[in-house]
């Protein structure tokens, strides 16, 4: 998808040549508000422009889109003016409502050649963030396209602050916003066309065009390496699996971090195969991969003073006459052994092998996301990813998630539940004997592969990383792009504060 051109402006609003003007409203204590920025705009509707929206209708709620033509009160002829919501304790509306209502916005200005935006002038960052993100449609399959985002939207600038750093958060977010849109078309790529190889391509592709060091092992080589997670998961498949390693050293590097990404591009569960209901959103069950390759190409953008390591397993878990089979013990990366219980386990299984690879760097923080669990999306829901691991930086991490207004709660990893891994053969077993606690345990499980002294952190994302319901904000149907802005925001926090 290619986004509108933003631009910023300090241009009076009421005269610029464009098809639109955008303004929020804000849910008051007494009535109807006109959010910052709009003081021109009303002082072209004498004062009057909360009383025509009230009239209207207008109640300024999250996501409410008014449309009103401005009859020559302006130089565009329509005004849209979209809900904010009620402002908080502090009486001033949070980044995340400027988020929704702008990707609000960036809806229905779709198939517009220009228009104009007063919400940046509440937050900046926000306001690009939610334009490219809520205009964003995948449209590689359709015959028809239909409308596209608007072509160029012009940026009012916050009354605070300066040029510069203005420009430099127009730049944060647009990188920021257009990782997360790379993450969504990865995903919603269908499976026959997003396999092992073919990710690993595309990833290498991004990743060299963004100035990555670049490695890519074939099954030959994760053969040779010991590599029996990843291979075990992908011998079920006529398409080989792949181990994507991306290298990034930013100027004046300072903390070592790994990254690791689940990349099964399609799970049917394998022998023990999953139902039908439901499979076709397996197409996302590389959504952590797909945020990982993203998130280091916009670290080489932004120039993260850090050493990035990421470890991209790639495979296809398939039924068939070489599928890996429950009962069978695979030799993980290092030598530790596993008793396959359930082949629909399976991403904890590549996972651990590139854990166990990423360690050998000796990393000060590793973090790992992938949609492992559906016990996740029963404890916590469709939009919260829960997050486990170091107790510390597990909690910074969620702190950092929510944030960024990706939901994120901190999880425990009970010691009592590492005795329901025992293998009567192996090291352990990829499940318990038991349904309870299925998310936490399969933390438990990557945290055998974790080496001692590295602070990590395991985020599940079965369940924020695909929505499956109509538009919201700026989420829109399919891959998400979760979490994303969370990874970056971390790596901001260490690059800045270690």
């Known amino acids: 998808m290619t986004g509108p051109k933003l631009a910023l402006t300090d241009s009076d609003l009421t005269t610029l040549a464009t098809d639109v003007v955008v303004v929020g409203t804000v849910q008051g204590p007494d009535g109807l508000v006109l959010a910052d920025g709009a003081a021109a705009v009303d002082a072209a509707f004498e004062g009057g422009l909360v009383g025509i929206l009230d009239t209207l209708g207008a109640k300024g709620r999250a996501e409410e889109v008014v449309k009103l033509p401005t009859l020559g009160k302006l130089a565009a002829p329509l005004l849209i003016a979209v809900g904010l919501g009620k402002p908080g304790a502090d009486g001033a509306v949070s980044e995340e409502q400027v988020r929704r209502a702008a990707g609000a916005a960036a809806r229905a200005l779709a198939g517009r050649k220009r228009a104009v935006t007063t919400l940046s002038a509440v937050h900046l960052g926000a306001a690009v963030e939610g334009t490219l993100l809520g205009g964003y449609s995948f449209t590689d399959y359709k015959s028809e396209a239909g409308d596209g985002p608007v072509g160029k939207l012009d940026l009012a600038t916050p009354a605070e602050g300066s040029l510069k750093d203005h420009r430099a958060a127009l730049k944060a977010s647009t990188a920021i916003a257009e990782a997360v849109t790379t993450t969504r078309d990865l995903v919603n790529t269908p499976p026959n066309d997003l396999f092992p190889a073919s990710f690993a391509e595309r990833a290498a592709a991004l990743g060299k065009a963004a100035g990555l060091e670049v490695e890519v092992l074939d099954e030959k080589a994760l053969r040779k390496a010991g590599f029996g997670g990843i291979l075990g998961v992908g011998m079920g498949s006529s398409r080989p699996p792949r181990l994507v390693h991306l290298s990034y050293v930013g100027p004046k590097a300072g903390k070592k971090v790994a990254l690791v990404g689940k990349g099964i591009t399609f799970d049917t569960g394998g022998i023990s195969i999953k139902p039908a209901a439901g499979m076709d959103e397996?197409?996302?069950?590389?959504?952590?991969?797909?945020?990982?390759?993203?998130?280091?190409?916009?670290?080489?953008?932004?120039?993260?003073?850090?050493?990035?390591?990421?470890?991209?397993?790639?495979?296809?878990?398939?039924?068939?006459?070489?599928?890996?089979?429950?009962?069978?013990?695979?030799?993980?990366?290092?030598?530790?052994?596993?008793?396959?219980?359930?082949?629909?386990?399976?991403?904890?299984?590549?996972?651990?092998?590139?854990?166990?690879?990423?360690?050998?760097?000796?990393?000060?923080?590793?973090?790992?996301?992938?949609?492992?669990?559906?016990?996740?999306?029963?404890?916590?829901?469709?939009?919260?990813?829960?997050?486990?691991?170091?107790?510390?930086?597990?909690?910074?991490?969620?702190?950092?998630?929510?944030?960024?207004?990706?939901?994120?709660?901190?999880?425990?990893?009970?010691?009592?539940?590492?005795?329901?891994?025992?293998?009567?053969?192996?090291?352990?077993?990829?499940?318990?004997?038991?349904?309870?606690?299925?998310?936490?345990?399969?933390?438990i499980f990557l945290s055998e592969f974790v080496a001692e002294g590295v602070q990590w952190a395991h985020l599940d994302i079965a369940g924020p990383s695909w929505h499956s319901g109509g538009p919201s904000g700026y989420t829109t149907k399919g891959g998400t792009g979760v979490p994303v802005r969370t990874l970056a925001a971390v790596l901001a926090d260490i690059a800045a504060n270690g």
Do not use: Q
Not at 292 to 301: E, G, P, R, Y
Not at 373 to 386: R, S, W
């Open 282 to 443: 397996m197409t996302s069950d590389m959504g952590g991969a797909a945020a990982v390759v993203a998130t280091m190409v916009l670290a080489a953008k932004l120039k993260y003073p850090l050493a990035i390591e990421a470890w991209v397993p790639m495979a296809e878990n398939m039924p068939s006459g070489s599928a890996y089979r429950p009962g069978d013990v695979l030799t993980m990366y290092g030598g530790k052994t596993v008793e396959v219980l359930n082949t629909d386990a399976e991403g904890r299984l590549i996972l651990s092998d590139a854990i166990a690879r990423a360690c050998e760097d000796e990393p000060d923080y590793l973090i790992e996301t992938s949609t492992l669990t559906g016990a996740a999306v029963v404890a916590l829901g469709k939009k919260t990813a829960g997050v486990m691991g170091s107790d510390e930086f597990r909690d910074r991490v969620a702190a950092t998630g929510r944030a960024v207004g990706e939901n994120a709660w901190a999880m425990p990893l009970p010691e009592e539940l590492r005795a329901d891994l025992d293998s009567r053969l192996a090291d352990l077993a990829n499940v318990m004997g038991h349904r309870w606690g299925g998310m936490l345990a399969a933390g």
